[in-house]
């Protein structure tokens, strides 16, 4: 038996077409189309034959054509919080393996004008949805100026005052009950109780930690500390929050409880406190939120406020197949709550 022949590239510099790999398996381009989406009656031969080919060729779908053909461009855009913040990584990350089981392409929007950029691809018909990540105010603004509401999922914090003006399929993560848990943790073992966030924006906005603290604080007869570190709102600056929180700890009296805006922070609230000569959770306990994977990694292992983000991005990416399937559903609404995992920071 003769070997199998490797199939050649063509020799022109353009894109490889289905007529390319229907030329080389010597077959209509209509069966190779079928063989590849497992369509259509092709023999097993034929359709490993033309799989082996697509591949060697490393054969790549037109999504042009195929949405003239089918109307869907098979991308759904994502818009999220900053990537230099680990969190959002992880979450685009957890989405894209949810669109790629599907045979989706992600488009990725963040940049300074990201609701305009929104606004504009969906009115080019660039995508087929969108999944908002914590971009409530992007959202917000896209269903106050556009007439039709896209297929359209949001998934995160709803802060209380985050109201839309038309219906839009939403996944709440609810932090309420997890916050109160570490608060509660924190008010049962230590003298004092602080809260620390990036800015002022976020200690004067209505925003559940914040909030959450300073209810509990008062309802304890305790004087709420909010500590603002002043270092805007990227809060992957690390090296900002270490600086800013040993200036802070080096004028003022050192609370043995900590709760941070986020993991990000309290990392780098964690090197401070360590510069300074101060023990975890001895002197001071020290709590996050978000769940990344780095606070497992401290010695000691960091407690912190974790959202179910794998959960979130396959039921998001579940709620926007759902509508793509049919636009006339009902609004889809579910609500995955938080959990706090203490961890070796925390005094047991």
């Not at 924006?201 to 007869?221: C, K, L, Q």
Request: charged share 25%; aromatic share 4%; hydrophobic share 40%.
């Amino acid at each position: 038996m003769n070997p199998i022949e490797k199939p050649r590239r063509p020799r022109d510099d353009g894109a490889i077409t289905l007529q390319h790999v229907a030329d080389l398996a010597g077959v209509h381009p209509m069966t190779v189309s079928n063989a590849l989406k497992g369509t259509g009656r092709v023999s097993d031969i034929t359709r490993e034959k033309i799989q082996r080919i697509a591949r060697e060729l490393d054969y790549r779908p037109n999504m042009a054509a195929r949405a003239l053909v089918t109307g869907r461009t098979g991308s759904v855009a994502i818009s999220t919080g900053p990537m230099s913040e680990h969190f959002y990584a992880h979450i685009l990350h957890l989405l894209e393996a949810e669109l790629k089981t599907s045979d989706y392409k992600m488009l990725f929007l963040r940049s300074r004008e990201i609701g305009q950029d929104l606004s504009s691809t969906l009115r080019n018909n660039s995508v087929d949805g969108v999944i908002a990540i914590d971009s409530f105010p992007d959202l917000r603004e896209l269903t106050r100026v556009s007439s039709k509401i896209p297929c359209c999922v949001y998934a995160g914090v709803f802060d209380p005052n985050d109201v839309i003006t038309r219906p839009v399929d939403h996944i709440k993560v609810d932090l309420g009950d997890a916050v109160r848990e570490a608060i509660d943790k924190l008010l049962s073992t230590c003298e004092r109780v602080a809260y620390v966030v990036s800015n002022d924006i976020m200690s004067d906005v209505n925003e559940v930690r914040v909030n959450v603290y300073r209810e509990m604080m008062v309802a304890a007869g305790r004087t709420p500390e909010v500590i603002k570190l002043g270092i805007g709102g990227d809060t992957s600056r690390r090296d900002l929050t270490r600086r800013n929180m040993v200036e802070y700890l080096k004028t003022n009296p050192v609370p043995d409880g900590l709760l941070c805006q986020n993991d990000e922070m309290a990392i780098g609230v964690y090197r401070a406190l360590r510069d300074l000569g101060l023990r975890i959770p001895d002197d001071v306990q020290l709590i996050g939120c978000d769940g990344i994977k780095d606070m497992e990694y401290f010695d000691p292992a960091l407690g912190s406020i974790v959202q179910p983000s794998e959960e979130m991005c396959a039921l998001a990416w579940q709620f926007l197949q759902r509508r793509l399937a049919n636009p006339e559903l009902p609004v889809q609404e579910a609500t995955l709550s938080a959990r706090f995992v203490p961890r070796d920071s925390v005094k047991r």
